[in-house]
């Protein structure tokens, strides 16, 4: 059952204006679940205008009663049309022309946009064609669902594609939904309002027997009905939102891309506050790479560390500012950051690792060169530490551009009265007892904040001595293990280098609850600060301490002891007042540490993600060639509807009205024909009417060419509004000769070529061989008809 034809002012145009609303919303509804996924509302021009195509293209062809085969040619025409400039504005010309590369990713994009999207971790970007993906999403099934809400009284078949695509939309994101609550309960409310406001408005439900006794009674009758179902919407809404506050899942959904991409893990790369010892040591002549554009005491910083295990200093998943907050590279990542902004230009030379020299608050980080695409789209960036990881690794002769604000570092009288910020920092584990009391004596004297950060700063740079234990040194061994720390402030002088006294430093403060982190880096020397170009050697790495005040930020602090401070001699005991030596307890045994796996190793994973690709493209690739062929296949059928649509309209269309009488007529024959009726050629009206009316059980056809007869033949041209209804009685005829027969039936007419070749040259031919190849067997001798004449009678063979 179809829904009645658009009526301008009547029941039927409210119908539409509900369904194409519904549809909006519906769509909408499911589509907002790429926010995640694009990291914010850039796909929703996209979005918005694949849906607005779709629902145009579905009511036009409702209003026009155009089959399948011309909606879908629609909807490919519309897509490679208007895909240019909602999905791929950067190939179009001005963007918006489709240019051939335009059309060719178009092309190609049905097949491998899903891939490209599944494959790149998320937020994934607006610029790198992932737009056709909602864009695809939202012109089909607006058109599927709009089609089946405007064609069908029932208007539950469009909820399925709907859902389909709330499904799909899920499947295709993140593993963080984007609004679920949300998502869910307007989805479910605009589905059960719209399926009771078409049963409302049905014509059977429209209480007409009583709004012809009582007008004002039926008025009440539906408002009162539509009352009650707007007071179960709200109760199931607050029941759904109640249920919601206490079944909220504890673990996150799993998504496609879960399988297809691990997700990034930062404890897969070891802590580079490990190779400190090591870089000073073997590069201290040698360029790592050159820095444009520093500002005067402005600071690189390659990695910054907050949680200690007893081994390592190193960034965490847990926390705000810890490697929880490490997500994919894009623009605008610091939208709310105060200070200098500065551009810096930075070429890679000796330096080579995953922990990208960068500076201040991250903005945008461009890259240049070969490599510019595979680093784009393997680099991880925690805007909360400024901390870039480049999973390809960055090496010799990489080049990039970093966008970054570099906040201003306030004084002392500044934070004079400013408390410690409110930052949730991971709790350290394995810390040397003594540190506890070590601290509290430290920060006795101290009154405010900024004091006791700087009480443990002096205590440290004034009170010990420098030495990276190299030749020539005062031995100082590497490391900061709870034992070299314990070490460290518990020797009657503390000796060592940037590494052991920042992360002293660190876990003092941390014993008296203070905020505080560990930062790698590099910065110039004084001969160094007015130079252009910033040359970066292993004799420019140093590691310092960040405190967080409350609404000031990270401030810097460096408990080293100048380069300069050396002990004269190392047995010499600056303590004036010794106290008694005592016994250093040996280190508390430490927990099992879970060392992160070292990349050659890890091979297994590595085999595994390898293989989920492969399997991957050969899913996609196998179901791109299935569809080819089935594209193939379903060519002919696909002319065969288009041929027979074509020869409609142009009987439809055509210029004196009473050929498009005629026309309506050929048009109602020829359907008859494909359903079986066998016609004579060159017969009248009336007589294709009888067999009609005979062989299909339709007595209409009768009067229906009469009246084309009338017409036709008539003193006068047949208007405009003759045309439109005679042709309406076609369709209606037609629609009823579809519904009386089975599936299998209505497709072999669609698929029919009797129609199409009736009367045609062809058929004409074919004819035409027959009857002469009839002719000449009935006068070639031999024959069974030749011999009836030539054979003489019994009698005549036996006359003497």
């Known amino acids: 059952m179809t829904a009645p034809a658009l009526a301008p002012g009547g029941l ?69 049309v208007f895909g240019g400039a909602l999905a791929l504005p950067q190939t179009a010309l001005l963007g918006v022309i489709p240019s051939l590369e335009t059309l060719q990713k178009l092309a190609v994009g049905t097949v491998t946009s899903w891939k490209q999207m599944l494959t790149t971790v998320a937020p994934v970007a607006a610029a790198d064609g992932h737009l056709l993906v909602p864009f695809l999403l939202a012109l089909v099934f607006t058109v599927v669902t709009a089609s089946l809400a405007l064609r069908l009284a029932r208007v539950a078949w469009a909820l399925i594609p709907a859902g389909v695509l709330l499904m799909l939309v899920i499947a295709l994101g993140t593993p963080e939904p984007a609004f679920p609550l949300v998502q869910g309960l307007v989805f479910a409310v605009a589905s059960i309002a719209w399926l ?70 930062i404890r897969d790369y070891p802590s580079p506050l490990q190779a400190f010892r090591k ?48 997500s994919p590279l894009r623009s605008n990542m610091a939208p709310e950051a105060e200070g200098l902004p500065v551009t810096l230009k930075i070429e890679i030379d000796g330096y080579r690792g995953v922990w990208m020299p960068t500076a201040g608050e991250l903005a945008e980080i461009r890259f240049q060169g070969d490599r510019a695409e ?33 906040p201003v570092q306030p004084d002392d009288r500044q934070l004079a009265e400013v408390p410690f910020g409110h930052v949730t920092m991971p709790k350290p584990s394995n810390v040397p007892e003594e540190l506890t009391s070590l601290a509290a004596e430290t920060v006795a004297g101290a009154e405010t904040p900024i004091e006791q950060v700087r009480a443990l700063e002096n205590f440290l740079s004034e009170g010990g001595f420098f030495s990276h234990g ?77 405190v967080n005040f409350d609404g000031v930020g990270w401030v810097t602090f460096n408990p080293t002891p100048p380069e300069d401070q050396v002990p004269n001699d190392q047995n010499t005991k600056p303590r004036v007042d ?130 084309a007869d009338a017409e036709v033949f008539g003193p006068t041209e047949p208007t405009p509004q003759d045309v439109d209804a005679f042709w309406q009685e076609v369709d209606e005829i037609v629609g009823g000769l579809g519904a009386e027969a089975g599936f299998w039936k209505r497709v072999k007419a669609r698929l029919s070529l009797r129609s199409l070749l009736g009367g045609s040259a062809v058929s004409q031919g074919f004819q035409s061989l027959k009857e002469a190849a009839a002719a000449r067997v009935r006068r070639e001798p031999g024959t069974i008809e030749s011999n009836k004449d030539t054979t003489p009678s019994s009698s005549e063979r036996e006359t003497p």
């Open 578 to 707: 010794p106290k008694p030596q005592v016994l250093q307890p040996p280190p508390p045994p430490q927990e099992p540490v879970d060392l992160p796996p070292t990349l050659p190793d890890d091979r297994e994973s590595e085999d595994e993600t390898l293989n989920l690709a492969e399997i991957l493209g050969v899913i996609l690739l196998i179901g791109g060639i299935t569809l080819a062929v089935i594209a193939l296949l379903m060519s002919p059928f696909i002319v065969i509807g288009a041929w027979k649509a074509a020869r409609r309209r142009s009987r439809r269309s055509a210029p004196r009205t009473a050929d498009r009488i005629s026309g309506g007529w050929d048009e109602l024959t020829d359907r008859a024909v494909d359903y079986g009726a066998r016609l004579a050629p060159n017969g009248t009206r009336g007589e294709e009417a009888a067999v009609v009316a005979s062989t299909l059980t339709v007595p209409r056809v009768t009067g229906l060419a009469a009246r």
């Open 196 to 265: 009771a406001l078409r049963q409302l408005w049905a014509p059977q439900n429209m209480a007409i027997s009583v709004s012809e006794v009582d007008p004002a009674r039926a008025a009440h009758m539906r408002t009162r009905r539509l009352l009650a179902g707007v007071a179960v919407l709200a109760v199931a809404g607050g029941a759904g939102i109640a249920t919601s506050a206490i079944a909220s899942p504890a673990q996150p959904r799993h998504v496609f891309r879960d399988v297809i991409i691990p997700p990034f893990d």
């Open 374 to 406: 595979e680093l784009r789209r393997g680099t991880y960036v925690n805007t909360a530490t400024g901390t870039a990881v480049a999973t390809p690794t960055v090496g010799k002769g990489d080049e990039y551009a970093v966008d970054a604000v570099l």
């Open 470 to 546: 190299l030749e020539g040194e005062v031995l100082s061994r590497a490391g900061h293990t709870a034992e070299r720390i314990s070490t460290l402030v518990g020797a009657d002088q503390m000796i060592g280098d940037d590494e052991q006294y920042a992360v002293a430093m660190a876990l003092l403060a941390g014993q008296l609850d203070i905020p505080a982190r560990v930062v790698l880096g590099y910065y110039p020397d004084e001969e160094q600060a007015d130079a252009v170009v910033f040359e970066a050697t292993g004799d420019n790495v140093h590691a310092w301490v960040e």
């Open 12 to 80: 039927a145009l409210r119908r539409w204006i509900l369904d194409l609303a519904a549809t909006v919303l519906l769509m909408l509804t499911a589509l907002v679940g790429f926010w995640p996924t694009f990291a914010g509302p850039s796909f929703l021009p996209a979005a918005v205008g694949g849906m607005l195509l779709g629902l145009a293209i579905a009511a036009v062809a409702a209003w026009r009663r155009w089959g399948i085969l011309i909606i879908a040619g629609l909807t490919v025409g519309a897509y490679f």
């Open 279 to 326: 870089n000073v040591r073997d590069d201290a002549d040698k360029t790592l790479f050159t820095v444009q554009g520093l500002p005067k005491g402005a600071r690189i910083r390659t990695a910054v560390m907050d949680q200690f295990d007893g081994m390592v200093y190193n960034v965490t998943d847990g926390g705000p500012t810890s490697s929880s907050a490490f």
